[in-house]
């Protein structure tokens, strides 16, 4: 999670670069972490201006996305052999042999270095915001690039890479970063009600290779929008994410066996008219009697005591009638109700509140949160049962 808006990062890089472009500084500028001594980012200058960029978390990913996007004329092959370059010099050197060789023009060496110079001062802007802007700098004027395919004025780009910060940060993924890499965590949490939660297209390219950048370029997907597509995946567990690549092959026949064994649930459920009931309370003596009232009427039963343990659990069994408590350690009724509401396979299910005392304001609240009602413990008999037959078919 982000400890300071990236913003604020932005603005010390922007005294740093302006410094450097009053002095018509010639070399390299590094920036690196406090907190990560191998990770650095590193600044190319000619006479004040920024020619080239290198480093970072994800820089073989960034010089091989922006290969592919810029130098459409090259074969895949040729692609293949480019883009395990990941030195500064010989990057720059493969855009110089490329512009000679006809297969790249000067404005798309110029749109390619701009793209590339903006992405990472973006990304030092979120990760800074990470370390809460613990950077260092150092200059060394002996490290050049040798021949000048295009210069960058230093404010142009941090302005740039501060529109793009505040874009993300405006559409409320401030938690994120743009060049993380996702990675499936829990595949079971994918299927829900036998169907897949995420394109059947996106999922084998979730494997550790691609950032969200990355994902939503061969996607051909807008990245915000995108992103935000994964985002309740990854608040119930089923996608992570990782600040480095982590390359692996993806288990796709594991979702599959998924698949069928969630179909085959739901066939066993419709064949036996069995439905499951939960009750999450604290109280082992109000889940004992839940749990008396309901499998006397032929449903399944399942109690929770520990409101931690509630969503994961609930996400596992499926239930198709929630009974919630009000008042729990740690948690309550009306935050775990908000947060199941937002959840695909929870946003039709009946869910009850359960109070200690029948009050408006609380009646109020469980309606805010989309809940389907309110009861008071110990709940009647009578009640329970009209309340379940109310939503539920008789089994």
Known sequence: MLAIDPIFVAQDLQVQLQKLKSELFSGSFSIGTRY??????????????????????????????????????????????????????????????????????????ANLVTSLVTEALCDVMFYGSIENHKFSYGISDHEGLGEILHLIEPLDAI????????????????????????????????????????????LPLINGRLTLRGLALHTKQNLIPFTQSLIPL???????????????KLDLSSIGAYLKQSKRSDIGQV?????????????????QGFQKILTDLGYSFLGIQDPLQAIPLLLKKKPDFIFLDLIMPVTNGYELCSQLRKIPTFQDIPIIMLAVQNNLADRIR??????????????????????????????
């Not at 940060?169 to 595949?187: A, D, R």
């Not at 064949?271 to 889940?287: E, R």
């Open 366 to 395: 469980a309606k805010i949160v989309h809940s389907n009602g309110f009861i008071v413990k110990p709940a009647r008999k009578d009640l329970v049962i009209d309340l379940v037959h109310k939503y539920l078919p008789a089994n």
């Open 159 to 202: 302005a740039e890479a501060q529109r793009l910060a505040e874009e993300w940060v405006g559409t409320n993924l401030v938690e994120y970063s743009p060049s993380l890499y996702p990675l499936i965590k829990e595949p079971e949490m994918l299927v829900v009600d036998g169907k897949l939660t995420i394109n059947s297209q996106i």
């Open 234 to 248: 990854v608040k119930n567990g089923a996608i992570t994410f990782s600040w480095t690549a982590n390359p692996h």
């Open 36 to 109: 990560n001594k191998e990770l650095q980012w590193k600044l190319y200058f000619r006479l004040g201006r920024i020619s080239w960029l290198s480093g970072g978390l994800n820089a073989a990913e960034r010089w091989q996305r922006h290969i592919k996007l810029f130098c459409s004329k090259l074969e895949s092959q040729d692609i293949k052999q480019i883009v395990s370059v990941q030195d500064a010099q010989q990057e720059y050197q493969t855009l110089a042999e490329l512009q000679e060789k006809n297969l790249i023009t000067r404005e798309k060496i």
């Open 271 to 287: 064949n036996k008219s069995k439905s499951v009931i939960a009750c999450v309370d604290d109280s082992p003596l109000v889940c």
